[in-house]
């Protein structure tokens, strides 16, 4: 029955709880309870590795209190042991950093085992354990929270600091599933000081293991971070942060390090078409007819405009800062109401007029691709 367990708030809620943050996800920890207990009163049972449970009508995350152990390399090599004698503290300590350490009961008490207000307090990012050296992941999820809570004074406490390098001095990062890497990226890429992420996993070392490509892009003289700084007080969109990051890498490099961050291809797509397209696109208005038919064939306009508008609104973003201006939005719309003039001159000729003719097969697509070329004339 329920009153044989208790269940407790845990992690990133708590913490941005009280650090007066938005709290998004609520994740719970279950002490004293058997899977079949949440499963007889309608929990949904979704771990493997562990028992984590959906509840039935929040769909928040109940976990059974476990304790892990270091049985191989990498993000899953722990033996996991959850059983209802298993007991707060000892799951709690489990965890990577003291402030995602604590825990609320349902009448609101803290347990804090591991002081995590203090480091709340004084802004510091400290590890629970020697345990954080077993999951090379952590050191990933340190830099993201130092880009989730730079805007706070957060900093690596030094002890952290030295456990967190001496992982990526043994080579541990190599371990890590690339889809684990996307996943913190992204992530990363949504907090309120992503730049920080990637300074983070330069200064300890991370990132020249993980994706020595963006290394060599960070450290060229025209500030890409300094860049993706700006870019965030108008893009929220993590993929289009990511894009604004990595404009200045032709397509087989942001394809190796699509490969080495493990990116969606649709992530990847944005970022080599911004990639291939910014310079004519920002060179649009003095194209003629056909540089113009083809950059728009180019881009899949004739048949979608919509990604294309997201470009013009990235290269907007760059062209304001090439002009040393603030941003704003009047380049991105004046291009694209040239496009949009553009696109609709290019619909008004149709196959149907060349094939009436008995145009077919690579007659009609030439004809077909003429006609629209010399109606884009027409409009200049």
């Not at 805007?151 to 889809?179: M, N, S, Y």
């Not at 990132?207 to 003289?221: D, F, N, S, T, W």
């Not at 890498?249 to 961050?261: C, F, M, R, S, Y």
């Amino acid at each position: 029955m329920q009153a044989d367990w208790q269940s407790y708030i845990v992690g990133g809620a708590v913490r941005d709880q009280l650090l007066g943050l938005p709290v998004y996800d609520y994740d719970h920890v279950v002490v004293g309870a058997s899977p079949q207990d949440l499963l007889d009163l309608g929990y949904t049972q979704v771990g493997r590795d562990f028992p984590v449970f959906l509840h039935p009508q929040s769909k928040e995350e109940y976990a059974l209190a476990r304790t892990e152990r270091k049985a191989g390399r990498g993000y899953t090599g722990f033996t996991v042991h959850a059983a209802p004698n298993i007991t707060l503290q000892q799951d709690l300590l489990r965890r990577d950093l003291t402030i995602n350490a604590i825990a609320q009961s349902p009448d609101g008490q803290l347990i804090d085992p591991y002081g995590g207000q203090q480091d709340l307090q004084q802004r510091l990012l400290r590890h629970v354990s020697p345990a954080f050296a077993e999951d090379p992941l952590r050191v990933i999820r340190l830099a993201r929270f130092c880009a989730h809570l730079d805007h706070l004074g957060f900093r690596i406490a030094p002890d952290t600091r030295v456990l967190a390098q001496e992982i990526v001095a043994a080579g541990e990062l190599q371990d890590i599933a690339k889809q684990r890497l996307w996943y913190e990226t992204r992530k990363a890429m949504q907090t309120a000081s992503p730049w920080i992420y990637f300074t983070t996993l330069l200064e300890l070392g991370a990132l020249q293991q993980i994706a020595p490509a963006l290394v060599k892009l960070l450290q060229r003289k025209n500030n890409p971070l300094g860049l993706l700084q700006l870019a965030c007080q108008q893009l929220s969109d993590p993929e289009d942060r990511l894009a604004i990051l990595l404009h200045s890498l032709n397509k087989p490099q942001q394809e190796a390090l699509g490969e080495a961050l493990c990116l969606p291809k649709s992530t990847l797509q944005v970022c080599v078409q911004l990639s291939m397209h910014q310079r004519k696109l920002l060179h649009y208005p003095q194209l003629h007819a056909e540089q113009r038919y083809i950059l728009l064939y180019n881009c899949g306009a004739l048949k979608n405009p919509t990604p294309l508008l997201r470009l013009i609104k990235l290269c907007g973003l760059l062209h304001s800062q090439a002009q040393m201006e603030l941003p704003n939005l009047s380049f991105s719309a004046s291009l694209q109401q040239l496009i949009e003039t553009d696109l609709l001159a290019i619909k008004q000729i149709t196959a149907q007029h060349y094939m009436a003719q008995g145009l077919q097969g690579k007659a009609l697509g030439e004809a077909l691709k003429a006609g629209q070329i010399a109606a884009l004339q027409t409009s200049l």
